[in-house]
């Protein structure tokens, strides 16, 4: 069974495989396999994603 998400887990189980097939023509195929059988496809390209933010500190006011 085939199925997309967009956004990996963090940690795999053991025995999970990330599988690169080579087709005629140059063209690629990505997908995790993990020991179940699952298969998630992976993107030709990865996702743009948006720009990691700065954290930013709140600075209590003093009573001067």
Known sequence: ???STTRLPARFPV?????????????LSRFIEFPDGTKLR???????????GRRTR???????
């Open 42 to 52: 992976l993107p030709k390209r990865p996702a743009a994603s948006a720009p990691a």
């Open 15 to 27: 025995g999970t495989k990330f599988v690169i097939e080579g087709r005629a023509g140059g063209d």
């Open 58 to 64: 709140i600075k209590a006011k003093r009573a001067h």
């Open 1 to 3: 069974m085939a199925y």
